[in-house]
């Protein structure tokens, strides 16, 4: 007797596919804690190789503060051999307390260099510092950041055409991209690599590197392989799935095109915002982000940052820390009662 589309057998062969469809996505990353383990998802940004608070505020102090936080990831700029080693050291110490490290790795002034050659020498020989110093303390290493802010031409561009960029400094950029890779698989081939991190729309750039190819119009170039996709997104860019004119659902554009993880390696509120702490739990922040981790496999979101840094020539008052690095500012308790009410997704 010929099985009918709504017999039992039917049923139960299309619930062992969903099953089978489930059990293929990969459990979200852990980190080792004590016994067990914990996750990855809620992280912030410091910068222990900048002067400041950071300086004055020592390992302990940091790391109880990222703990009141609910904080689980700390991600760090690596632009030498002795932040390697700083960082090294910080993520031994935080390791014992449940936190885990994002190495940001980025040489100075890529976009200074000569050609792609010179930039790819570099950043092999950062890389491979890099990963030979943090091996068996650090796991995700991004390569690279904003890489796409040098190489636009220009800001009338939106950044999802390769056209937007210029040709000369894309190439410099995929060569520190492919050297700080191969550097850093050379020393520690456990690393799990971010691809630099981009913003806004500037997808233009990734899928040229996806397809290997460049602004110009050839192809056949080589491809960088990553294991996630990182963004930056802030207070100023509205919603990141409904951005820009065309209200472009970024995160569907980043799964959907890489087929990669995503972690959103900065999130933050401009210093000019009237409501830091409500837009930083609100639903194009945190409560967004958690509410679509799941369907767009958003694994973490760090933001930034811990200290504030003006006053030290750093990027801004972008803290939940005043820049004494002891004055908790309002946004702090926001952000913390939002993590303890909102368990990792």
């Known amino acids: ?66 703990r009141d936080l609910g904080i689980t990831m700390y991600a760090q700029d690596v632009s030498s051999e002795g932040s390697a080693h700083m960082v090294a050291d910080f993520a031994r110490a935080a390791a014992k307390q449940c936190i885990g490290v994002l190495a940001l790795v980025t040489p100075f002034e890529q976009e200074k260099r000569a050609n792609e050659q010179e930039t790819y020498e570099r950043a092999y020989a950062l890389g491979k510092t890099a990963g030979r110093v943090l091996k068996g303390v650090v796991t995700y290493y991004q390569v690279g950041n904003e890489y796409d802010n040098w190489t636009i031409k220009g800001a009338d561009r939106s950044g999802e055409h390769p056209s937007d960029y210029d040709n000369a400094m894309f190439m410099k950029a995929r060569g520190s991209i492919l050297g700080l890779i191969k550097g850093i698989r050379e020393s520690n081939p456990d690393a799990k690599i971010l691809l630099t991190s981009f913003s806004w729309l500037h997808y233009g750039f990734t899928d040229m590197l996806f397809a290997g190819t460049q602004p110009d119009g050839s192809s056949g170039h080589p491809i960088p392989q990553w294991d996630i996709t990182a963004w930056h997104w802030y207070s100023n860019m509205g919603s990141i799935t409904a951005a820009g004119q065309n209200k472009v659902n970024v995160l569907e554009r980043l799964r959907d095109s890489y087929g990669k993880p995503i972690w959103i390696t900065e999130y933050g509120v401009r210093p000019n915002h009237q409501d830091p702490g409500g837009y930083l739990v609100g639903k194009d922040a945190l409560k967004g982000f958690v509410s679509l981790a799941k369907t767009y496999n958003v694994q973490n979101v760090t933001l930034y940052e811990l200290y504030d840094d003006q006053r030290y020539g750093g990027d801004g008052n972008y803290g939940v820390i005043g820049d004494d690095g002891k004055t908790r500012k309002p946004r702090f308790d926001t952000v913390r009662d939002f993590i303890k009410a909102n368990p990792m997704p």
């Open 1 to 66: 007797m010929s099985s009918r589309s709504g017999s039992p057998d039917a049923h139960h062969s299309n619930r062992s596919i969903i099953a089978d469809a489930e059990a293929a996505e990969p459990p979200p990353p852990k980190l080792a804690c004590g016994k067990g383990t914990t996750g990855v998802f809620y992280g912030i940004a410091g910068h222990l190789e900048h002067r400041g608070a950071y300086r004055m505020s020592d390992y302990d102090l940091q790391i109880s503060q990222l």
